[in-house]
């Protein structure tokens, strides 16, 4: 088994290699794109595959762990690679109409589980707040916001950026309402 510090070492490797030092540019505005540079592009991508492999095992806590980590401390081989996320809307266009195709069904599944895997961290986290553990709800909201985050960025797939923005939303709503918790 891997230990932190090699998985961290690996993907340094990998993202220097990759070249993907390209950051995007932020349109600003409360509510508009997120930012997200290349090297946080392809963490938070690897994350999230981590993730949504846990949830689709049926692991939704480490699904939840995945979501919140600083670093990955899972070997990075424990994720199913998915082109829902790593391919923009102009790389689609240019696929062949069979690859198409098939990345159409691929999308469809994927969003499916991550629109579940959101919506099951939105509820667990009221869940909890209602139940006064406001710092395990944080944990929640903070995972959906992440997963927002990740699915909105502006090179993703066009399908994905409204999910993510609503996720990153219902995220931040939610940490609101733990802090006006804290508050009371």
């Known amino acids: 088994m891997m230990c932190r510090t090699d998985v961290c070492l690996q993907m340094l490797l990998f993202i220097s290699i990759a070249g993907c030092g390209q950051s995007t540019t932020n349109t600003g505005g409360a509510k508009s794109r997120l930012p997200m540079s290349g090297n946080d592009s392809i963490f938070e991508i690897q994350r999230l ?15 939840v762990r995945c979501l919140t980590a600083v670093e990955i401390d899972h070997p990075l081989s424990q994720r199913v690679e998915q082109r ?24 469809i599944k994927v969003s499916l589980s991550v629109r579940k895997l959101g919506y099951w961290c939105i509820d667990k ?31 993703r797939v066009l399908a994905l950026q409204p999910i993510g923005q609503n996720f990153f939303e219902k995220g931040e709503d939610g940490l609101s309402q733990c802090a006006q918790a804290q508050i009371e």
């Not at 595959?49 to 699904?63: I, M, N, Y």
Request: proline share 4%.
């Open 84 to 107: 829902v996320f790593r391919l923009s809307e102009s790389d689609v266009k240019r696929l062949p109409q069979v690859d198409r195709d098939q990345f159409q069904s691929e999308f």
């Open 125 to 155: 986290g009221f869940a909890l707040l209602n139940d006064k553990k406001v710092t395990e709800a944080k944990r929640y909201f903070e995972a959906v916001k992440s997963l927002g985050k990740t699915l909105a960025a502006p090179e």
């Open 49 to 63: 595959e981590l993730a949504l492999s846990a949830w689709e095992a049926k692991r939704p806590e480490d699904a």
